[in-house]
């Protein structure tokens, strides 16, 4: 069974930082695309970086050089750097897992996207 659980999520001041953790399970990590997205209340969930199988990243413009995303498949775990939050970057992020080990990576849509974490909120405060 897929899990995915969230943490690092927590509340910073504009300009700061903070590092999202998933750690993933019930199947073989490395060999699936990873994606992290947000979603702020009253706005359709977005996507903000992915990884691919073999390591190539993709990310939303907006977060472009700020944000990294990485992975460290001995520790199954999905990793997303923030620098330089801002405000309205508040949301909950959540990771989500491709539906199948032929993927891309790409979240510009949840298409490829088919299991998800509950979630971890991030505020940043202004």
């Known amino acids: 069974q897929v899990r995915l659980v969230e943490s690092g999520g927590g509340t910073v001041q504009a300009g700061g930082a903070l590092r999202l953790s998933c750690v993933a399970s019930?199947?073989?990590?490395?060999?699936?695309?990873m994606g992290w997205f947000r979603q702020s209340p009253g706005n359709p969930r977005e996507g903000v970086a992915g990884?691919?199988?073999?390591?190539?990243?993709r990310y939303a413009d907006s977060v472009k050089g700020r944000f990294t995303i990485s992975k460290d498949n001995a520790k199954n775990t999905l990793y997303l750097h923030m620098n330089s939050l801002k405000p309205e970057e508040t949301a909950m992020y959540y990771c989500?897992?491709?539906?199948?080990?032929?993927?891309?990576?790409?979240?510009?849509?949840?298409?490829?996207?088919?299991?998800w974490g509950q979630g971890t909120q991030v505020t940043v405060s202004s």
């Open positions: 989500a897992r491709s539906r199948f080990r032929w993927c891309q990576g790409s979240v510009r849509s949840e298409v490829e996207f088919g299991y």
């Open positions: 019930g199947y073989s990590f490395s060999q699936y695309c």
């Open positions: 990884i691919s199988n073999d390591g190539s990243t």
